[in-house]
């Protein structure tokens, strides 16, 4: 099949989101504090492995992975230990390979799948199914034979293409097509998100340490969703719109962080909302426990009540501030 174009449709929703995620690249563009701040940046890169491994059932924790990362012990799964330090060092790579190569793509799998499956960084000889996290298989692959003619089809359309559609759009295309083809033995999902964010990073470079993989973990069941209505309809359209719609968010959480002086209380304000997902209420003795804090007070004056102040943070209850029912959420 010469030319192979993968089905998918321009829609307005794909428009709308793109237009939104180009005003907020403009907007990072005249900040200077996303460069000034690695240990953000570093935390983000942390975000991302985090939540690419725990979609993968990773149950190692946050502060775990980190420790990992910072060289300290940690006790914990074997394998799941050591799929953190292969992450680590294929996240790593991201400015020294070719996004259209893939020879490279093969030696990041073979990175980040090292000592974990019985052949990293070649592509599979064996019938293979995408299972979601309750164990339901959603997609049946493409027999092993037809594995090499998919992928260089996949990876030629990239390189004719790169020019003409947008990369936003493209990578996204690659991220779903991957996943449908499921090229390894192991070791897709996270290779999937991890080359879309090369893609990305290839174009700007502010995407290699935006968490998009963190937005993801977030809406994981319609993740799956949009991958299985794909398989079903035949093109990835379902699939792009929710991944611009993943890119968009996190973009606007950064220009949220970067927009702000470098104080104590910007940073007490990041690491509040790192720990909150979007419209999902939590309790103050929830948020304590994520922030390892105990005073009540200290919740309040250092976190809460700026972000509140800031328009981040919401109550359920706004007129009973002090209820034992109340909740707060990020907004």
Not at 33 to 48: A, D, G
Not at 127 to 149: A, L, R
Not at 196 to 213: A, T
């Amino acid at each position: 099949m010469k030319n192979y174009m993968p089905p998918f449709t321009i829609t307005s929703l794909m428009v709308d989101y793109i237009s939104s995620i180009m005003e907020m690249m403009g907007k990072l563009d005249n900040y200077t504090n996303f460069n000034k701040m690695p240990t953000l940046r570093k935390n983000n890169r942390i975000r991302s492995i985090h939540s690419s491994l725990s979609i993968e059932a990773n149950s190692l924790s946050i502060d775990q992975v980190k420790d990992l990362i910072n060289g300290k012990i940690v006790i914990g799964p074997q394998k799941e230990i050591q799929e953190v330090k292969n992450a680590y060092k294929a996240y790593e790579m991201i400015n020294d390979v070719n996004p259209y190569s893939i020879k490279d793509l093969k030696k990041v799998h073979r990175i980040m799948t090292n000592l974990i499956i019985s052949e990293p960084g070649k592509f599979r000889k064996g019938n293979e199914g995408v299972f979601d996290e309750n164990g339901n298989c959603i997609h049946i692959c493409p027999p092993p034979e037809q594995v090499d003619i998919l992928m260089k089809q996949l990876f030629d359309w990239m390189k004719m293409q790169k020019n003409d559609i947008h990369p936003l759009i493209l990578s996204s295309i690659f991220h779903y097509e991957f996943v449908f083809i499921h090229p390894f033995e192991d070791g897709n999902g996270r290779t999937a998100r991890l080359w879309q964010n090369i893609i990305l990073s290839n174009w700007k470079e502010v995407f290699e340490y935006l968490p998009i993989e963190s937005q993801i973990k977030k809406y994981q069941d319609e993740y799956y969703n949009a991958i299985s209505d794909c398989n079903k309809s035949g093109d990835s359209t379902i699939f792009i719109e929710f991944m611009l719609k993943m890119i968009d968010e996190v973009l606007k959480e950064a220009v949220i962080t970067c927009s702000k002086p470098i104080t104590e209380k910007t940073i007490n304000i990041e690491k509040l909302l790192q720990i909150m997902d979007y419209n999902v209420p939590m309790t103050a003795k929830e948020i304590m426990n994520k922030l390892k804090i105990k005073s009540k007070e200290t919740l309040r004056s250092t976190y809460l009540n700026p972000a509140i102040d800031e328009g981040l943070i919401a109550l359920t209850i706004p007129d009973k501030p002090t209820s034992k029912n109340q909740r707060y959420y990020k907004i």
